[in-house]
């Protein structure tokens, strides 16, 4: 990916993937797949592939990592890279990314938002409603809109004017933002095992006995949905009412129980307790609400519990406090074998 995304498993997916193993007859289901690097080398290694997350803009960024050209034949443009080259020929529009996150704001809500230019905002909102188009009229299938969205989404990050995330945008330009933003296609498998996507709370969604499933939840309090959000819009095709100097769309209504030290431990023991797989791993964090201890000993009661302390990772540094908090932060993998009641009780 183009960019930062708090808690990445990226530098961490041979080690993941080792203790996983290989395709052992059911699917392997990324059920927090963030930005799809976990789900990739799954795939990669010949599991059957379902990427989910409550963020839509996540489970599309991960659905694109794992589809195969079979899967996205583009018959209408005779290949994928022609579709990509006719987007970026896409007339721009003064739309909703224009009107709220570009300096054009100032004019419809007092604030000068220079999250992009508005050259570039017209683009997306351009490019956006083009696919939408395509779409409807059924030039594209489901599964190719999907990647061009998810397309969109990382050029447009090249040229965000952010930290890193989309919480707050910055007050000079940078000079990645000053680019024209132009769609790049990316390598595609020519085949890969099958995929699928679903955009639903963790908890409901659909496995079997026979799957594996990785959990990787949000560890502290920075809620993703606001994070993210105008990624979020973009992959919707929405315009909602946003709120604020940084316009942030509503989240709350899909705010994580994870994200809350006051419940992060119930709702950690709750999940693993209602997921029918057999198989879960979780990753967690030194840094995380919920102690590593008491983590284990709250899994103890599903199964047999294994903990691997996996490399540390570079702290996400979003201002000076975190920074001089430390630059390293511990990474474990909890793998949890159910036994037979615990799997019953939750089918």
């Given at each position: 990916m183009s960019f930062r995304y708090i808690g990445s498993k990226a530098r961490l997916v041979e080690a993941i993937l080792g203790h996983v193993g290989k395709p052992d007859g059911g699917k392997f289901i990324d059920a927090f797949c963030g930005t799809g690097s976990v789900a990739e080398a799954a795939a990669n290694a010949g599991w059957p592939v379902l990427v989910n997350d409550h963020l839509a803009s996540s489970a599309i960024m991960s659905l694109a990592r794992v589809t195969s050209r079979k899967q996205v034949p583009f018959k209408e443009f005779g290949s994928y890279e022609a579709a990509v080259a006719a987007l970026n020929l896409a007339e721009p529009i003064a739309g909703f990314i224009w009107r709220e996150y570009s300096p054009a704001s100032a004019s419809y809500c007092a604030t000068e938002r220079k999250y992009f230019t508005e050259d570039n905002a017209q683009k997306i909102d351009g490019i956006r409603q083009q696919i939408s188009t395509w779409s409807y009229e059924g030039v594209v299938t489901e599964s190719e809109a999907y990647l061009l969205i998810a397309d969109l989404m990382r050029a447009a990050n090249r040229v965000a004017n952010t930290a890193g995330t989309y919480g707050c945008f910055l007050?000079?330009?940078?000079r990645q933002s000053l680019a024209t933003l132009v769609l790049a296609p990316?390598?595609?498998?020519?085949?890969?095992?099958?995929?699928?996507m679903?955009?639903?709370?963790?908890?409901?969604v659909e496995c079997t006995l026979n799957d594996t499933v990785y959990l990787d939840p949000p560890y502290t309090k920075r809620q993703y949905a606001a994070y993210y959000h105008i990624l979020e819009t973009i992959a919707l095709g929405d315009?909602?009412?946003?709120?604020?100097?940084c316009g942030i769309r509503p989240w709350k209504h899909i705010a994580s129980d994870?994200?809350?030290?006051?419940?992060?431990?119930?709702?950690l023991e709750k999940l693993v307790a209602t997921i029918p797989a057999r198989r879960v791993f979780l990753s967690y964090s030194t840094e995380a609400?919920?102690?590593l201890d008491v983590l284990s000993e709250a899994l103890q009661s599903l199964g047999t519990v294994v903990r691997h302390d996996l490399d540390a990772v570079g702290r996400y540094r979003p201002n000076r406090v975190a920074s001089e908090g430390g630059s390293?932060?511990?990474e474990v993998l909890f793998y949890v074998e159910k036994n037979a009641q615990a799997s019953r009780e939750a089918a």
């Open positions: 007050s000079k330009w940078q990316r390598l595609i498998t020519d085949q890969a095992p099958a995929v699928q679903s955009n639903r709370d963790v908890l409901d315009e909602p009412e946003v709120q604020g100097v994870y994200c809350y030290k006051v419940r992060a431990a119930a709702a609400h919920v102690p390293k932060v511990g």
